[in-house]
């Protein structure tokens, strides 16, 4: 008995690859923005996330010297280098905001509101933002 062999496979068309191509391209163009939605909503969380983890090494420094770092609060690398030499503040990698548009490890400043160490209130904030 003698066996019949399959019928050949026939490839794709061009116009089928086309149509698949243009769908895909399609699809890819359609996701951009909500990529880049999701990219721009991290870089903002990262910001949060470094503020957070700022203001926690300030508090700490305040209270522990029972002083503000108010003459020193628009310098980003006075308070930089304040916190991370005396062992507020882990590494410098934080004082970094990603969605900042320059990229110099300095880019948040304190700003403070009250008069006497228990009245002031210290906010940390990106310095490209401008109150």
Partial sequence: MIRQQPAARQAFTLVEIMIVV?????????????L?????????????????????????????YRQTLQTIASDGVQVRNTLVNNGYVNHQVGFDCPASPIKDFDDYRLLYTGSDLTNVTCTVVPAHVRP
């Avoid at 243009?22 to 909500?34: H, T």
């Avoid at 203001?55 to 209270?63: A, F, H, M, S, T």
């Fill in 22 to 34: 243009a769908v895909i391209g399609l699809l890819a163009v359609l996701s951009i923005p909500s």
């Fill in 36 to 64: 880049m939605r999701a990219r721009n909503t991290s870089l903002a969380q990262t910001c949060i996330l470094n503020q957070r983890q700022i203001y926690d090494g300030v508090v700490r420094y305040e209270i522990d």
